[in-house]
Each structure stands twice: as C-alpha cells, then as structure tokens.
C-alpha cells in the first residue's frame, strides 16, 4: 500500500494520501490546506483518486476539499453529523485567526461500519464522536493502520472543549472502538507523529486502555 503524509495549512494538518499500487487507485484523507502541494504529490505518485474523506468537520481539515475535488474529480464523504461545519469552515478560521475557505457539501455521508474500497484495499469507518459529534477513524485491517484524525494522537487525545464535543464520549470512543484494534496497529493522527494503538493503550496519559484490546482480531 502507498502511504504518504503531507502536513498542510496553517495548522500543519496531516493529509494522507493513500492508494493500490497494483491499480494505482487511491484516497486522500484531510485535506486540510495547500491543495496544490496535495495534487502534485499524487501527480507524481500516478493515482487516480477515488474518495476525498474528511475524518471530521472541523476548519483546519477541510480548507483544500474545493480545489481537490475540483481537481480530481473524487467522491467527497464526511459523517452527516459534522457536514454542519462544512459552510461555516472560513468563518471559524477566522475565529482563530486563520484564512481559509467552506468546503463543499459531500457527496455522500460517511456511516459507522462502512467499507471504502480501492483497488484492493478497503478503509473501514469507525464513528468515534467526541472530539466531534461526527468524527471518524478510518481503520485498514490488512495493512494494520488506523488514520484516526483529532480522536488520537501520540500521547494526547483531541481537544473536546469545541462545539459538539464531549470528553466522556471522546474516551469512550478511544477505549471501546480504537483500543480494540490490535495492539501494533500504526495510528495515523490527524497532527503530529505516528504512535500504535498499544503503546497508546498502555501509555496514553488522558485515556488508559481497557481489557477489549485485540478483539478486533
């Protein structure tokens, strides 16, 4: 599987651009900003992209979604209960002082259980609210990877003191849904560097994990 991460906007979002390398069919995830940085990556890596997927809906995430889906044609999929941010994105940038523009509204919404496919591999939609009412992770069983936005990071977890947020939603959104995963899962965050599901079950400051580890085996 082709992996790649690019740190976009103002807010150095982690955008990942995903794909097949047989079929060279692919996803981006979070296009957050710099959409032209975005298109000449996956120019240069010869995908075709198939889903523009948005983990949340939240400004930092979504500035570059026009110019992507303008450029790709891609199918654009977000969780309906975060589309609401999607027209409001420049005017909360501008609340923190950042520029940045609405996102178009999606195609089709993002649903808990959901199967993205592309080429032969297939994302997995895993509804993890709290962060944001709508907020996603996006779990790859066979390459054992979970990009998991603002829900989980390397030693934190995402801020809930937003609009929608809920910090007893938010950890139990990380302790039954993501701690469920096998332990080396690599957990792609939606800032900063990557971690494992393990070492954040083990060692997460903000949410210790729970006994369900591994049952997604």
């Not at 895993?126 to 907020?135: K, L, R």
Request: glycine share 14%; aromatic share 6%; charged share 25%.
């Amino acid at each position: 599987m082709i992996l790649e991460a690019l740190q976009v906007g103002p807010l150095q979002v982690n955008c990942y651009i995903v794909g097949c390398e047989e079929s060279r069919e692919g996803v981006v995830i979070d296009a957050g900003g710099d959409a032209e940085e975005i298109l000449a990556r996956v120019g240069k890596l010869g995908l075709s992209i198939r889903y523009l997927l948005s983990t949340h809906g939240h400004f930092d995430h979504v500035g570059g979604n026009r110019a992507v889906l303008a450029a790709t044609g891609a199918e654009f999929l977000i969780h309906e209960r975060d589309s609401y941010f999607l027209s409001r994105a420049a005017e909360s940038g501008r609340d923190f002082g950042v520029e940045t523009e609405n996102s178009p509204e999606p195609d089709r919404f993002l649903e808990d259980g959901m199967q993205l496919e592309f080429g032969s591999h297939c994302l997995e939609v895993i509804h993890t609210p709290g962060h944001s009412p709508g907020g996603c992770c996006l779990w790859c069983e066979a390459e054992r990877v979970v990009f998991t936005g603002d829900t989980l990071f390397n030693g934190s977890i995402g801020r809930f003191d937003l609009p929608g947020g809920n910090p007893s939603l938010l950890a139990r959104s990380i302790r039954e849904r993501l701690y469920a995963l096998p332990d080396d899962t690599r957990v792609c965050p939606g800032h900063g560097t990557w971690t494992t599901i393990g070492h954040e079950r083990l060692h997460n400051p903000h949410v210790r994990g729970s006994g369900a580890a591994g049952k997604k085996e």
